[in-house]
């Protein structure tokens, strides 16, 4: 991918595609009432000398009004991922290309070495406090740099496994120095950046390096905490704490411990449509909390929300579909990127077992096994597409062909595999390991944000068992099960992958860490550098796509290059078959008739953080 200056020409600010004149500026009548009052500065001394332009999905929109949302838990407030999506560089509307975002524009020098960010002039905080290099610099030297929050340096900040350096020449710069070039660090920033958005001003009360000891301990005591770590990622959370400044649309003013969680809009946004309008459009955000998703499938159902995702499960599209007219809203659906797989580990700590899994004949015999298009119609009422769990076509190194190895039902080919592997069936039908004993694994399955139930991995055992290989689904809780997963306890983990920017969080498809779940114990001895007594030196074919992923992240300036390498991957992936890929789920989503300028194409994939790729700031209500 090119080196690339965004630029000021004649005045105008080219961004999203569309230009804008410095005035005159307009905001929201709520805001405009409480700089009638005084309560509150100009609008056009409220946002930086260039604010960002967004460009609507359909039209100019309208002001006022309340979002209305339905959430289960805190974490559905979505205020510090999804529904705050903000970075110093973030993705366009299609999810693949980065663009400005807090940063106005950036310069890479040093042959991919130094990446220059130059932030907006006279941006500020959702308190009017200055937003400057400052902030980002602060949670570099004092969050990153600091063990006790941050014990392990990110991974994303470094190259070489050496961090950056960085250093702020003036308030409106920021500059990251590495020390090889480093090729994908724009995509890295799109995805995380998100977390160098922090006002210095406000946190650095809470922060050891700048409050004497005796006041801190005064406030750990008044909260009941014990250590000055927990205070401050607790005054840190933009989803609970309505005190803590925010640069992103919405900021929480009623927390989501009460029945009703309420996020305002922030009245120094940084944005504004093609008019000169200050964004957001909609006044706020209204969170209805209820107890599970049954219920939050009813109320969608009855028209109580404007525009959901999060949670709507598709098996209920029928329903959805017989209410819409008397719920008033419409039902839009899309295929996730994300495959639902099968993850089995090929470094068991069951010697017997071990070089079982480590053969790709078994891995394709699995996926023979599977009568995806039955699955599809039982279980998804055709709301999903067979996968093999190889990214999707959304994603950039995707080609032709990955997606589709080792998909068709054929059991008489599984069974031949499986007998070529010297797994003869016994008594009942049962396959035997070399060591007589029959094969009876354990499936392990939790409840995930993938909206996947048990009964998938039931029936996913049953075409194994028709095969002579007998499974049990265990389910577990969340934390106990990637946990053990880590540590190379589970040999067969029933979850999802990431289906685009994989390269990002390369865990999903390079063996980089304990949390690359297709092989754990050599994505630890990965990261350690060979430290970790636990980890397990990769094979060669492993490390193969080690050194492919290690390539990529230094290319700086060929673009054909590092297609190549990530192509190299997951080309490999298609031909081992390292999960036994399942489906990947149509998404849907419950839109209200009066909710305006959402894409007639979304996707739905935490990478690109939707719907904040898509600029949650330009949806608007509309009751005509």
Known sequence: MSYRVISIVSGMLWASGTAVSAAPYHEAPMLAERVGEGRLPTV???????????RPVRAIGKYGGSWRRLAISPADVGLSSRLGYESLAVWDRTGRKVTPGVAEGWEIKDGGRTYVFHLRKGMRWSDGHPFTSEDVLFYYEDVF????????????LMIDKRPCVMVAPDAETIEFRFAEPYGLFLEMMAYRGSWLLTPKHYLRQYHAHYVEPESLRQQLD???????????????????NPELPTVRAF???????????????????????????????IDRIVYAMVQNTEIANFKAMTGDVDYQLRYMDPANFSLFMENRAQGGYRVQTDVSPTSIVLYVNPHSKDEVLRPILADRRFRIALSLAIDREELIDLLYCGMAVASNGVASPLDPFHEAGFGEKHLAYDPEEASRLLDEMGLARGRGGVRRLPNGKPFRQIMHYFPAETGVGADLWQLVA???????????????????????????????????????????????????SSSS????LYGRYQASGGKDRSGVRPPPEYQRLIDWYLEMLGVANDEGRRLELGRNILKQWSEECYTVGIVRQKVVTIISNRFKNVPGEIIDDYRVMSPGYIGIEQFYLDEE
């Open 517 to 520: 779940y297709f092989a754990p």
């Open 44 to 54: 056009r001394e409220r946002i930086p000398e260039r604010p960002l332009v967004i």
């Open 222 to 240: 008044e909260r009941g905490l014990d250590h000055w770590f927990q205070l401050y990622w607790l005054r840190s959370n933009v989803d609970l």
């Open 145 to 156: 740099l600091n063990q006790e929050l941050t014990p392990v340096f990110p991974s994303w």
């Open 251 to 281: 900021q929480i003013k009623v927390p989501p411990h009460e029945t009703r969680a309420i996020a305002e809009r922030n009245p120094y946004y940084w944005k504004v449509d093609p008019a000169g309008n200050q964004l957001p459009y």
């Open 462 to 512: 049953d075409y194994f068992r028709e095969v002579g290989l007998d499974f049990i689904v265990k389910i577990d809780a969340r934390a106990l099960c990637t946990l053990q997963a880590m540590n190379g306890n589970t040999d067969f983990l029933a979850y999802a992958t990431a289906g685009m920017h994989w390269s990002v969080h390369p865990d999903w498809y390079v063996p980089w």
